[in-house]
């Protein structure tokens, strides 16, 4: 078999490039995690917090449940972060379910424990599948909750953005407007919904420029450490799950090593290629799972910055 010069120039070009072309560690992280139910959940974030810690994270943030279900929950790990370690944190807020007060003195409850960075949400209906309702007297939306929070205290503010459109909005340009509402209200970051391929995220980029956003928006990213439960997660948020990612979990279903490993290969080369596109900046869901978020950072070319200890409660 002949090789063209073309095919023989391709064939160079890919024997020349290392195996594995990491970004050496140029980019920020953040991670998420959610508040703990139970006394051995919460030694496996705290170990995980533990874990990530050294690789120096922008920020953590921990969600918050419909309706307040999580908010004791949540308040007390966001105020153990702040106080306990020297990574920033950051407290997710919704507007289900409560009032403008009762929203704000939750807000003031953070301020006074030093947590100056709220994730403000809409929320999601405490019913599965119900219609989104404003509660009477509450935040009827994102936008709203954020000019209320900025009435407060000089909060860092972080917002939600749907790359793919949230299943409420009519189409992607009512989705778009919300999302500037809440950026002229005073967000100054939107964290998008995660997805599974680059160019979902070039075109809400592209598209966002367009309708005049300039806040910096910072792509989601889901390891998918069981196919299942994000095909699950992505039915809910109207995510949509290639058919390629079927192809490649497929039989794995009983090999939970061999999924972190093709888990950490797949999500490390969608960050590579978003940075190649000039994304330097990504927040992880980490499921309170630490390993594959962290070798995922180490594929990318993370290190290290410092040692840690985080005590488990």
Not at 125 to 145: I, K, T, W
Not at 177 to 185: E, Q, S
Not at 271 to 296: D, P, W
Not at 300 to 311: D, M, N, P
Request: one cysteine or more; aromatic letters at 8%.
């Amino acid at each position: 078999m002949t090789l063209s010069v073309d095919q023989l120039a391709e064939a160079r070009v890919a024997l020349d490039a290392p195996l594995y072309a990491d970004v050496a560690g140029d980019i920020d992280v953040s991670f998420e995690f959610f508040p703990p139910k139970t006394e051995k959940m919460e030694e496996t974030l705290w170990r995980s917090i533990a874990t990530l810690a050294p690789l120096a994270p922008r920020f953590v943030s921990v969600t918050y449940g419909a309706g307040g279900s999580t908010r004791e929950r949540t308040h007390a790990t966001v105020a153990r972060i702040a106080r306990d370690t020297a990574i920033p944190a950051a407290a997710h807020l919704t507007c289900v379910e409560a009032t403008r007060e009762e929203i704000d003195s939750v807000a003031q409850e953070y301020w006074a424990a030093g947590v100056r960075h709220i994730v403000a949400l809409r929320g999601d209906p405490p019913v599965q599948g119900a219609r989104y309702a404003a509660h009477p007297g509450g935040y009827e939306n994102a936008a709203a909750l954020v000019a209320g929070l900025r009435r407060l205290h000089p909060f860092e503010i972080s917002v939600a953005a749907y790359p793919e459109c949230h299943p409420d909005s009519g189409d992607a340009t009512v989705d778009l407007d919300n999302l500037k509402r809440k950026i002229d209200a005073g967000a100054g970051r939107a964290i998008t919904q995660f997805f599974f391929e680059p160019e979902t995220f070039f075109r809400f980029r592209d598209a966002a420029a367009k309708a005049g956003i300039a806040a910096e928006i910072v792509p989601g990213i889901m390891p998918v450490s069981n196919f299942a439960a994000v095909q699950r997660m992505s039915a809910m948020c109207g995510t949509d799950v290639p058919a390629w990612m079927g192809r490649l979990f497929e039989g794995l279903d009983d090999l939970p090593d061999a999924r972190q490993l093709v888990a950490a290969t797949l999500t490390a080369e969608l960050c590579r290629k978003l940075y190649a596109g000039g994304v330097k900046q990504f927040h992880f869901y980490t499921l309170n799972r630490a390993e594959l978020s962290y070798a995922i950072c180490h594929l990318l070319g993370l290190r290290a910055r410092f040692a840690t200890k985080v005590e488990a409660a």
